[in-house]
């Protein structure tokens, strides 16, 4: 049974109270968190960082664990913290310190132009569709999502970055045709950079597994690889190796079926043909 919990303690968020929850159980087993980590599959990086508040892991875990510990409420714990809304911007938080230090970056686009890829005016009219915002704040969240573009062309440490491209995102143009020709152009500018490789993935191909799932992979310097998956609601950090070995499997068939760059490009290059420079009379 868990402990009582005080009014202190319901005034806390619930994931300080699973992260809490999570460290006594293995310091009442006397556990290090390595054996645990061998004891349910998980790696012991992840189960620290879910220790410190820093990640949540998947349900799968959270059962896991409680079935290691003979417990029940490891399990109600997650779902509360899965719920407490404040989660999800702190791991877009999260998602962006590891986009900068990652070596190696993989993304799959269903819908809309990735960030790292986006114009100055496809992010303003993007951000402007997600909701009521002012115009300080909304310039002040373009600025910043331009900014993250610049780790594709430092001098120092550029990631790798593949992009998979769905059609749908080649189909979907903004208002005004002069931007829309801008970002295509730009997408073929940046397609030019040694460490950039752009794919599409047409209709065609059909249903997927990562069909409606914005995916990234960051590939980091400690040898962890990890998920972003998004919608334009919510954003979730996986970081459970079984999750992301999932998600991977699908982002390479995905590859596999995908045009190749050079014919990718060809695509980009007649969508831009098709579109007029400056919009009719």
Same mark, same amino acid.
């Given at each position: 049974?868990?402990?009582?919990?005080?009014?202190?303690?319901?005034?806390?968020?619930?994931?300080?109270?699973? /992260?809490? +929850?999570?460290? $006594? #159980? *293995?310091?009442?087993?006397?556990?290090?968190?390595? !054996? @645990?980590?061998?004891? =349910?599959? &998980?790696?012991?990086?992840?189960?620290?960082?879910?220790?410190?508040?820093?990640?949540?892991?998947?349900?799968?875990?959270?059962?896991?664990?409680?079935?290691?510990?003979?417990?029940?409420?490891?399990?109600?714990?997650?779902?509360?913290?899965?719920?407490?809304?404040?989660?999800?911007?702190?791991?877009?938080?999260?998602?962006?310190?590891?986009?900068?230090?990652?070596?190696?970056?993989?993304?799959?686009?269903?819908?809309?132009?990735?960030?790292?890829?986006?114009?100055? /005016?496809? +992010?303003?009219? $993007? #951000? *402007?569709?997600?909701?009521?915002?002012?115009?300080? !704040? @909304?310039?002040?969240? =373009?600025? &910043?999502?331009?900014?993250?573009?610049?780790?594709?062309?430092?001098?120092?440490?550029?990631?790798?970055?593949?992009?998979?491209?769905?059609?749908?995102?080649?189909?979907?143009?903004?208002?005004?045709?002069?931007?829309?020709?801008?970002?295509?152009?730009?997408?073929?500018?940046?397609?030019?950079?040694?460490?950039?490789?752009?794919?599409?993935?047409?209709?065609?191909?059909?249903?997927?597994?990562?069909?409606?799932?914005?995916?990234?992979?960051?590939?980091?310097?400690?040898?962890?690889?990890?998920?972003?998956?998004?919608?334009?609601?919510?954003?979730?950090?996986?970081?459970?190796?079984?999750? =992301?070995?999932?998600?991977?499997?699908?982002?390479?068939?995905?590859?596999?079926?995908?045009?190749?760059?050079?014919?990718?490009?060809?695509?980009?290059?007649?969508?831009?043909?098709?579109?007029?420079?400056?919009?009719?009379?």
């Amino acid at each position: 049974m868990p402990p009582r919990r005080t009014a202190s303690d319901r005034s806390r968020s619930a994931r300080a109270r699973y /992260a809490d +929850a999570l460290a $006594l #159980l *293995r310091s009442e087993k006397g556990v290090s968190l390595r !054996a @645990l980590g061998d004891a =349910v599959r &998980a790696d012991h990086t992840h189960l620290s960082h879910m220790e410190h508040g820093r990640s949540i892991g998947g349900p799968e875990l959270a059962r896991e664990l409680d079935q290691y510990y003979g417990t029940t409420h490891l399990i109600i714990l997650w779902e509360a913290a899965a719920r407490d809304p404040s989660r999800f911007r702190e791991q877009y938080q999260t998602y962006m310190t590891l986009e900068a230090q990652a070596l190696g970056l993989q993304q799959y686009a269903p819908s809309i132009m990735p960030g790292l890829l986006q114009t100055e /005016a496809y +992010a303003r009219t $993007l #951000l *402007r569709a997600a909701g009521p915002i002012d115009e300080d !704040a @909304l310039t002040e969240d =373009v600025v &910043a999502r331009i900014g993250r573009q610049e780790l594709l062309s430092r001098t120092d440490d550029r990631p790798e970055f593949r992009a998979i491209l769905d059609e749908a995102v080649l189909r979907r143009p903004l208002a005004d045709p002069k931007e829309w020709h801008e970002q295509l152009a730009h997408l073929r500018q940046v397609a030019e950079l040694p460490n950039v490789t752009l794919q599409v993935v047409l209709t065609s191909v059909g249903l997927h597994g990562l069909t409606n799932t914005d995916t990234t992979f960051l590939y980091l310097s400690d040898g962890r690889t990890l998920a972003y998956v998004e919608t334009g609601y919510s954003g979730a950090l996986v970081e459970d190796a079984r999750n =992301v070995d999932r998600l991977r499997r699908s982002y390479d068939h995905l590859r596999d079926i995908a045009l190749s760059p050079r014919k990718s490009c060809d695509v980009i290059t007649q969508h831009m043909e098709e579109t007029p420079c400056q919009p009719p009379e």
